[in-house]
């Protein structure tokens, strides 16, 4: 079992910057590729960004490439979201997710989830 806590969520303006943090614990963090996704009110599970075990390779959703940037600390057993230029549609509940399996933008494919942050852009 893997357990993913999510923080750093928050109400931020348009044009403004959130950094989202997932602690991991459990088994070993750098077995897993990891992924952030989210969900607005009324709409699908949607996949934001991935990054592999190592952190040498990661995938972007298009509506967030230039804008996000995910990363992973396998020291600290932590996986980062930067979020820069966020805009009133970034809005939704954030969650990170691992999955055993290699990088993936596919939600089936990942194992386990986060309980979500809440991330909020008034414009």
């Known amino acids: 079992q893997v357990q993913l806590v999510e923080s750093g969520g928050g109400l931020v303006q348009a044009g403004g910057s959130l950094r989202l943090s997932c602690a991991a614990s459990?088994?070993?963090?750098?077995?897993?590729?990891m992924g952030w996704f989210r969900q607005a009110p009324g709409k699908e599970r949607e996949f934001v960004a991935a990054?592999?075990?190592?952190?040498?390779?990661?995938y972007y959703a298009d509506s967030v490439k230039g804008r996000f940037t995910i990363s992973r600390d396998n020291t600290k057993n932590t996986v980062y979201l930067q979020m820069n230029s966020l805009k009133f549609e970034d809005t939704a509940v954030y969650y990170c997710?691992?999955?055993?399996?290699?990088?993936?933008?596919?939600?089936?494919?990942?194992?386990?989830w986060g309980q979500g942050t809440q991330v909020t852009v008034s414009s």
């Open positions: 997710a691992a999955t055993g399996l290699g990088i993936t933008t596919n939600n089936l494919m990942y194992d386990y």
């Open positions: 990054i592999t075990w190592s952190g040498g390779m990661s």
């Open positions: 459990g088994r070993t963090f750098s077995n897993y590729a």
